[in-house]
């Protein structure tokens, strides 16, 4: 069968990463999910440039080679829509409808942009990094054409894993993923990572533009009142991959199969029931449970009865968060992460002795690099806060 990502909507384009066609940690390229707001800009990076301004020491502009001649590092993590989920919510929620498949993992390498800032030298009042995509558009309630643009605040800029991407599994970002240049902010919802980057500009006060205020923001419980939050870190969550809805399972041992993230935490557990949530049990991790990326598990259940059977799924972060059995509907469309039902059939015309896959073997070398990659120290900082100009 042909591997494709599931198209939610035409143009822009969004489309779905194929979860039950995942066959290791990493997300392929071809199969990575796509949000675009606007339509791909036209981008030749011989005439691509990226400037960096604002409350800065030293304003400069950076080319494609000087880019490309910097350190770089690499970060592996899940991206994930902040509205991933969204059809399932009842009743409907306005935005695009999407399944479950608005979540990919790929390793991510690039030029950390902390370098980049603190070689432009960005002053004692900067509070946000506003960083503003080559897409273009409007939205209905916004008809004047604006470019996407997203702030982030200052200490999650200069964190080392936050990136200057412009590779996505070895290869040049395509197209769709924000070629040549996008910004990468690992554990933080997919909003924040603004793709087709031509500017940075430190600012001193809170960005208020459309994507940041507007569209992008949920209200939270303080106390006895609620407050206004821009989207940011993603929640922890699972997913069951196999069986499907609806699958046709026989009398034995059948495996079930899935994935967990937790955003900037990592995964401590993934727990599963399958009755309907009166008992749950530990299923086995596989892989690495390291922070932004999510890992694989499975459950070998044992089977004896025929009839109908409620599988959920629930993960637990390293802070000891766990998924919720309802959505927060202060969230609105975002941050879906409440447990759902995967409802099978079990039959005693069918025998069933399923085995655990050899994941770990599968995944070794992955795992060590992924392993060795978060090991690593940025030691090119100080040949990069010395004051020179880029």
Sequence with gaps: ????????????????????????????????????????????????????????????????????????????????????GRSFLQPSVHGVQWGAGAIGHAEWTGVPLKLVLERAGVQTD?????????????????????????GLPLPKALHPDTLLAYRMNGELLDANHGY??????????????????????????????????????????VGDRTESAVVGPMVVKSEIIRPRAGDVLGIGTNRVFGVAWAGENAVSAVEISVDGGSTWNDAQLLGPRSRYSWCLWEYLWDVA????????????????????????????????????????????SRETRDQPD?????????????????????????????????
């Excluded at 959920?312 to 059995?325: F, I, K």
């Design 126 to 150: 900067a509070v946000e990094v506003v960083c503003y995509g080559a897409d273009q558009g409007t939205e209905s309630d916004h008809p004047e054409p604006m470019n996407f643009a997203r």
């Design 358 to 390: 050899d994941a770990e073997a599968l995944l070794y070398d992955m795992n060590a690099f992924a392993e060795d990659i978060s090991r690593m120290k940025l030691d090119v900082e100080v040949e990069f806060t010395a004051g020179a100009g880029i």
């Design 180 to 221: 040549p240049l996008r910004l990468l902010v690992p554990g933080w919802y997919g909003v924040a990572s603004v793709k087709w980057l031509t500017r940075i500009e430190a600012v001193a006060t809170p960005f208020e533009g459309y994507f940041q205020t507007r569209k992008y923001t949920y209200q939270r419980s």
């Design 305 to 348: 009865q025929p009839g109908e059977h409620s599988i959920l799924v629930r993960a637990v972060d390293s802070t000891g968060a766990v998924q919720p059995e309802e959505h927060d509907r202060l969230r609105g469309g975002y941050m879906i992460n409440f447990i759902r039902t995967t409802s099978v059939c079990v039959k005693s």
């Design 1 to 84: 069968m042909h591997e494709s990502r599931r198209i939610v909507t035409n143009q822009p384009e969004n489309s779905e990463t194929p979860l039950d066609q995942l066959r290791s940690w990493v997300t392929p390229n071809r199969l990575f999910f796509v949000r675009d707001h606007f339509d791909v800009p036209p981008i030749d990076v011989t005439d691509w440039q990226l400037r960096v301004e604002g409350c800065v020491e030293r304003p400069a502009t950076i080319t494609w080679d000087e880019l490309t001649s910097m350190p770089v590092r690499s970060v592996f993590a899940t991206g994930e829509c902040a509205g991933n």
